[in-house]
C-alpha cells in the first residue's frame, strides 16, 4: 500500500482486510491518496480524508472489542496460546 509517495509497511493481513500505519509526513495534512497492490496490479488511486491521530490497538475482527491484532517477532498473530 502507499499514500501519496509513500510506501506503507503492512501492519496486519487478515483475509480481505489490510492495516498499515500512516506515515509522519502526512501529519498536519488534510487529505492523502491511497493506492494498494497485490501481486503486480494497481488499484486506482483514492482521496482520503486525514484526521489527528487517535492510538489504539487493533482487534482481530475489526470491532474494537476482543483479541488484539498483536504479531509475534515471527509474523504468527499473537494469542493466549503463545
Known amino acids: 500500500m502507499r499514500t ?15 492495516n498499515a500505519v500512516a506515515p509522519y509526513e502526512i501529519a ?4 492523502t491518496t491511497l493506492q ?7 488499484t486506482s488511486a483514492m482521496s ?14 475489526g470491532s474494537g ?3 488484539g491484532a498483536v ?3 515471527d509474523g504468527t498473530l499473537n494469542s493466549a496460546a503463545n
Open 4 to 18: 501519496g509517495k509513500e510506501q506503507l509497511g503492512p501492519e496486519l493481513g487478515l483475509s480481505r482486510h489490510q
Open 28 to 31: 498536519g495534512t488534510t487529505s
Open 36 to 42: 494498494v497492490e497485490y501481486q503486480g496490479q494497481r
Open 48 to 61: 482520503l480524508s486525514v484526521a489527528p491521530s487517535a492510538p489504539a490497538i487493533s482487534t482481530v475482527n
Open 65 to 67: 472489542a476482543g483479541q
Open 71 to 73: 504479531l509475534n517477532q
